[in-house]
């Protein structure tokens, strides 16, 4: 009797298996499936045979060619990696918050990276040596990096659990945005409406240094976050069983949040604040796939590209000629949905 209870539930567990890797192979064809549509988006209303041939080398004019590969391919590829980044950092930072309301920007990464922004715009300082059209990028990330270490460095002070680091997280936050409120208080009119529209998040000056390099903090933070799955699910069940299984919950805890912070950082320095995507990115993906943290975090990755692709597509198409701040996309079109799926899951 009793081998035929365990060879039931592993045949079920093999067909959920099944299941969770089909839904991830969906998911990714679903965000390269965005990645055209993002790329086939655009006031110039270049057909999709001709983008596809300037994508393959193919004979096309330069006009197509530097189209696709100058102006809409670093937009589509930046939207495509910095919603994964989010989602992935939004993935680890619930768990390890045990918080299913946490995201990359609870614990001040987005206020402080709006910070030094700021003072790059406004007061024109940034770091010795980088070049100017990397100011403001630099400054960015430096302030969001530099609250992660303030944040580590309280925590080791005051020793505790989430929380802790919750209300810290929370204190930096207001701290950062009061002295935003400074800043913009002695801002020349034009520098303000520079640093407004930053905060907005935009793609609109992305170019492939800054692909590549999110790309880079993308492909070192990813398989650390893999390797880390199954301590996570253990986190999951809860501290005392995590501890019990033998993981290092103050430690994988400490590294998961540098890995949240970077990418978190790294995203934000290159286009601003994106807000909803590292919330709503890993919410989906849990509807989908579970708590199993092998595939929950690649599925949460591909669930925050394909929102941010689609987002970026609709910043192109909701107003003819004009293109909006992703950052409003996200939050105006992105949460009525997050929404709608939270109340049919409540349904099911």
């Known amino acids: 009797m009793s081998d035929a209870v365990n060879n039931t539930t592993l045949a079920r567990y093999h067909r959920q298996g099944r299941r969770h890797a089909l839904l991830v192979g969906l998911l990714a064809v679903a965000a390269v499936a965005a990645l055209v549509l993002d790329l086939i988006t655009g006031p110039a209303g270049l057909p999709l045979a001709e983008t596809l041939r300037a994508l393959t080398g193919a004979e096309v004019s330069r006009a197509a060619r530097v189209i696709v590969w100058d102006v809409r391919l670093p937009v589509a590829a930046m939207a495509l990696m910095v919603g994964a980044a989010l989602a992935l950092a939004g993935a680890e930072m619930q768990t390890v918050l045990e918080n299913p309301l946490a995201e990359p920007f609870t614990l001040g990464v987005s206020s402080a990276a709006a910070l030094g922004a700021g003072v790059a715009i406004v007061l024109g300082l940034t770091l010795p040596g980088l070049p100017p059209a990397w100011g403001v990028t630099g400054n960015a990330f430096l302030f969001a990096m530099g609250s992660l270490a303030l944040l580590q460095l309280l925590g080791r002070l005051r020793a505790g659990g989430p929380e802790v680091l919750i209300l810290f997280g929370i204190a930096l936050n207001f701290t950062a945005m009061a002295l935003m409120s400074l800043v913009q208080f002695v801002a020349s009119a034009d520098a303000l409406q520079q640093l407004v529209f930053w905060t907005m998040g935009s793609l609109a000056s ?43 919950v103050t430690g994988l805890r400490r590294w998961t949040l540098l890995r949240v912070s970077l990418l978190s950082a790294a995203a934000v320095s290159m286009v601003g604040v994106i807000g909803f995507v590292g919330l709503a990115g890993p919410h989906i993906a849990r509807m989908l796939v ?14 925050g590209a394909l929102v941010m692709s689609l987002a970026s597509t609709l910043s192109k198409s909701l107003v003819g000629g004009v293109l909006l701040p992703v950052g409003l996309v996200t939050s105006l079109i992105g949460l009525p949905v997050f929404f709608a799926l939270i109340l049919r899951g409540r349904r099911r």
């Open 206 to 248: 992305a170019q492939w240094p800054g692909v590549l390099l999110i790309a880079l903090v993308l492909i070192c933070a990813m398989p650390f976050s893999f390797r880390a799955a199954w301590k996570l699910t253990a986190l999951r069940l809860g501290e005392d069983q995590a501890r019990s299984f033998g993981v290092d």
């Open 290 to 303: 579970g708590e199993n943290h092998r595939v929950f975090l690649p599925a949460s990755l591909l669930t």
